[in-house]
């Protein structure tokens, strides 16, 4: 009889961990060749690192989940980008995403939302069966530590994802657990408060930034945890502690943290233009945590999942026009504002660099042509070619498409393009807020948001100086809103900041738009209908199926 490591969930813990189980087979002793032994990891320090690299990813539980390679932190390079649960975009084909849009989440129907309790789980059991071994696995003290540290920071990560998805939620700290421990106890599945979650997360990163690199040194080591991830995945855990929903920390402690990484000198705004930004995986100084893709390497490639239906796309991810209505004029000033020089007959002119960046519309230069949404007769409406594809909302997005790879058959090609987990923009930004909200809007607050907004490629006026607490409040809000969109920033902002029973029951508008000889004229309409947000919204139900597992012992959210 023979030990082997075979992976499955474990119901009835009901919360998605990743065990080992011996198979006891005395008449078939048969060595699998689709897994490796414990071992075999434990005594090869190679395949000890290759185990902790691969933590940086997770397991697939979902249909229209990271297609051919597996999901990383959140929903990046998957076809329903998060964007599309909040009032930037909804997402063309459904996929699970308009019963989130529409208030309609339940315990039995999660939609694309139903992974992330699963598999966060799985994950931090992986990584405390590493971290409760890696004592015995002979390697370099170096090495050591720095796998400990990026160990520590994924944790650290995966709590996050907790925390901000389901509020308080139970802490394994170094548990391991196994299927032969006992489940019966409450203990188990006792949540802690959301405190206690955040202040452990912290600590973990704390003690992961003293082990980790200031820099990945070589390409081996690219995309992985440097001590700068730490301090940033550290700054945003305390700017959500100290926001309205949780209320579980200071918003001078949220300051410091981002001045931490401020203060490190590593991190720069990326100057060479803000959609050059997204499509520069090496030698950027605004990036700090990052997942790379390999060209070759078959995954949701970004430009035929978005593109136009026009250039056979399959417009996924479609801006709305609530989101378009963020984008001030080039004069600095919001579009309601009777100065801002805003015409709504012809809405895209002189607007936000960024805009014309974000999201293509009706005129808007592509590749070798122009966006036609119009009808009739537009070849990006439902006159044109694809017309399934076409948009709701009478927009698609640019964000993170790289123009240079083809559209129609682009498998071979694809994977140029990082996913950014943390960018300089959101430390500065971080920091803006919590120290508006500490001390009011002293000039570090003005100096941080306007150096993202002047920078070059963006050139944006500085806000306007006098500005109360109140008024900075909401100009930081409408710089995050701009600034990050469609980074996944905008679902948890509007919780945190408890203003979602507002903006997420704005209906879901798009854009009609009739062409007459050579003038467009332009309309408002509801893109989807029912959108709807309750207070019990605020954080995701747990799947029932876990609850069940438990056998009630694990308690649901409130209003589930």
């Not at 699998?32 to 005594?43: A, E, G, N, W, Y």
């Not at 076809?79 to 975009?89: F, G, N």
């Not at 694309?112 to 309790?117: E, L, Q, R, S, V």
Request: aromatic share 12%.
């Amino acid at each position: 009889m023979k030990k082997y490591i075979k992976n499955i969930i474990l119901s009835s813990l009901s919360i998605g961990l990743l065990v080992s189980v011996v198979s006891c087979s005395e008449t078939l002793d048969v060595v699998p060749t689709d897994r490796v032994s414990d071992s075999s990891i434990l005594s090869d320090s190679s395949l000890f690192e290759s185990f902790v690299i691969n933590r940086y990813i997770g397991a697939r539980l979902t249909d229209k989940e990271a297609e051919g390679t597996p999901p990383g932190f959140g929903r990046g390079f998957e076809y329903a980008m998060w964007a599309s649960l909040t009032d930037e975009a909804i997402y063309n084909n459904d996929d699970n995403t308009w019963l989130v849009q529409r208030g309609q989440l339940a315990p039995e129907n999660t939609g694309i939302a139903g992974t992330i309790w699963g598999r966060s789980y799985r994950s931090i059991r992986e990584i405390n069966y590493a971290l409760t071994n890696i004592a015995n696995v002979k390697m370099s003290t170096g090495q050591k530590n720095r796998l400990t540290g990026e160990l520590r920071f994924l944790r650290a990560f995966r709590y996050q994802d907790l925390i901000r998805n389901y509020g308080s939620i139970i802490l394994l700290k170094d548990k391991v657990y196994n299927l032969g421990d006992d489940f019966t106890s409450e203990e188990v599945f006792k949540k802690s408060s959301i405190q206690e979650c955040i202040s452990y997360a912290v600590a973990e990163l704390d003690e992961a930034s003293k082990l980790l690199p200031a820099d990945n040194s070589s390409s081996w080591l690219l995309g992985r945890a440097t001590k700068g991830a730490a301090l940033a995945l550290k700054s945003r855990l305390l700017l959500y502690a100290a926001s309205p929903l949780y209320n579980a920390g200071t918003w001078q402690v949220a300051a410091t943290a981002a001045k931490d990484v401020m203060n490190s000198g590593k991190y720069s705004l990326f100057t060479n233009g803000y959609d050059k930004l997204f499509l520069t995986p090496e030698n950027n100084p605004e990036i700090i945590f990052e997942r790379l893709y390999t060209r070759g390497a078959r995954h949701v490639c970004l430009e035929i999942s978005n593109a136009p239906n026009g250039y056979d796309g399959w417009g996924g991810n479609l801006p709305l026009q609530n989101m378009v209505d963020a984008y001030e004029t080039n004069k600095g000033k919001t579009i309601t504002d009777p100065s801002s020089g805003y015409n709504p007959q012809a809405p895209y002119e002189n607007r936000d660099p960024r805009f014309y960046m974000t999201i293509l519309y009706n005129g808007a230069s592509y590749r070798t042509n122009t966006i036609q949404s119009f009808l009739p007769g537009g070849k990006d409406s439902k006159d044109g070619p694809s017309n399934w594809n076409t948009s709701k909302t009478g927009y698609y997005l640019k964000k993170f498409m790289n123009d240079n790879l083809p559209i129609n058959n682009p498998w071979d090609v694809s994977g140029t393009q990082p996913w950014i987990y943390f960018r300089y923009a959101e430390i500065l930004l971080n920091y803006a807020e919590a120290q508006n909200e500490a001390t009011g809007p002293d000039q570090t607050v003005y100096d941080a948001v306007n150096a993202i907004r002047s920078r070059k490629g963006v050139g944006m006026p500085a806000l306007a100086t006098g500005l109360s607490k109140e008024q900075m409040r909401d100009a930081i809000r409408r710089e995050r809103q701009v600034e990050l969109a469609f980074e996944e920033h905008r679902f948890y902002d509007v919780r945190r900041w408890k203003i979602a029973n507002v903006t997420e029951n704005i209906p879901a508008y798009g854009v009609d738009v009739a062409k007459n000889g050579n003038t467009f004229t332009y309309s408002r309409k509801e893109a989807l209908s029912g959108r709807r947000f309750e207070d019990k919204h605020y954080f995701l139900p747990i799947p029932r199926a876990e609850i069940q597992a438990a056998n009630g012992k694990l308690s649901q959210n409130a209003g589930y």
